[in-house]
């Protein structure tokens, strides 16, 4: 098996020289989500499940993800990065299988929570290995790729399914999801093995999960909690532009346009806030991609049809897009390198919570106000963010190698 060196200098090492096998996998990946996140509420469906119900299984990914988190950070620290890779791939493997294959509504919806656990796992794992393999002067640019490729693989995914769907029906994509994930577990195994220039590991037991709380306590009620709001602002975006259009009431075409052109946008910029984060600093990317977002979401409510929702839309889009990678970051920054897959594991759940808050949030807004109020509090939470981290970040001091 081929080795990577990691080195404190950015001159002697080329993203290049791991792309295929250390992104590839994240596309892949990608794929497979993107091809059956739209088709679960309607699998949902067919097997008799109300509305409510169907939302309630979609909701188990994340729910997957979120509960799996601590648990991945500590198969990664057991069995490596590599291997903790090639497992999540086996496991949404059999996920999808289950969700083909499931006789009931029960059986589908374990299916589709096991697939929140396997990314769990899979994101973890990756996240681990690119901080360890790429040098710190070229961190951002790796992370913000690794995010980029992911959304890639997102939006290409449900093109792929549809096309499958159209010659077997719906069951067809779980099978590009199938056929994608075991690609990205194949190309995992391929990994080259990391051979870190900073020496030997660290010598000793690792540190609980208990220990890296009490150490790193500051650090998680400051940054951390900036880091929860840009999750939560991130997740809300994603149901705010359908919700918003149907208040309009443009045509289902119409929404999917703006939706569509909104997220094109977001794929575009990904490397370009990489290379500004490395070479300026992660504010300069953390406080404008909040702050667009915030601003954008805040302007929502007061547009009045597709041109003005598509101009919101596509600034919410341009904030997130120049804001790829900057969680997984700031947690490769801040980790340690002894307990690092464990720390990660920690900062994954504090993602993961703003992540599953922000929908929930905008839910309770809504239903108690109203949905212009719901759009222009995650506007705030946004500007929130954008103060959080600009203030929180140049105080906390990054771990040095």
């Avoid at 979120?66 to 949404?92: C, D, F, Q």
């Avoid at 951390?224 to 705010?240: H, T, Y």
């Avoid at 041109?307 to 919101?312: D, G, I, K, N, S």
């Avoid at 801040?334 to 905008?362: K, M, Q, V």
């Amino acid at each position: 098996m081929d080795r990577v060196s990691k080195s404190g200098k950015s001159g002697d090492f080329s993203l290049w020289s791991i792309a295929v096998p250390a992104f590839g996998p994240s596309l892949l990946f990608g794929i497979g989500e993107g091809a059956i996140l739209p088709v679960i509420p309607l699998s949902a469906r067919d097997m008799g499940s109300s509305l409510a119900g169907a939302a309630l299984v979609v909701a188990l990914i994340g729910v997957g993800s979120l509960v799996s988190n601590i648990p991945a950070s500590l198969i990664t620290a057991k069995y490596g990065e590599r291997r903790g890779m090639v497992g999540a791939a086996v496991l949404s493997l059999v996920a999808m299988l289950s969700c083909v294959f499931a006789g009931n509504l029960w059986m589908f919806a374990a299916g589709v929570f096991l697939i929140g656990a396997a990314s769990a796992v899979f994101n973890l794992a990756r996240q681990s290995y690119l901080t360890e393999a790429v040098p710190p002067l070229m961190r951002a640019r790796a992370m913000s790729t690794l995010g980029g490729v992911g959304r890639i693989g997102l939006f290409a995914g449900p093109f792929i399914g549809a096309l499958v769907i159209h010659l077997v029906g719906l069951s067809g994509a779980y099978w590009v999801a199938a056929i994608a994930v075991t690609a990205a577990g194949v190309l995992a195994w391929w990994l080259p093995d990391l051979v870190s220039a900073d020496g030997a590991a660290p010598v000793g037991p690792r540190p609980t999960i208990a220990a890296l709380l009490a150490t790193h306590r500051k650090l998680f009620l400051t940054v951390g909690i900036g880091v929860l709001l840009v999750s939560a602002v991130r997740s809300s975006r994603q149901v705010v532009v359908p919700l918003w259009a149907d208040n309009l009431g443009l045509s289902p075409a119409a929404t999917s346009i703006i939706y569509g052109l909104s997220g094109a946008i977001d794929m575009l910029v990904f490397y370009p806030a990489g290379k500004v984060m490395d070479r300026k600093g992660r504010t300069w990317v953390a406080v404008p991609s909040m702050a667009l977002m915030g601003v954008a979401l805040l302007l929502m409510p007061l547009t009045t049809g597709a041109v003005t929702l598509l101009l919101a839309a596509l600034l919410v889009g341009f904030g997130n897009g120049i804001g790829s990678g900057l969680v997984m970051t700031l947690g490769a920054d801040y980790s340690p390198r002894n307990g690092r897959a464990e720390f990660l594991g920690i900062w994954r759940f504090l993602a993961d919570t703003g992540g599953s808050s922000g929908p929930a949030i905008l839910a309770g807004l809504t239903a108690a106000v109203t949905l212009s109020f719901g759009i222009a509090a995650t506007g705030a939470l946004g500007l929130a963010a954008a103060a959080t981290l600009g203030y929180w970040i140049p105080r906390t001091k990054p771990v040095q190698r």
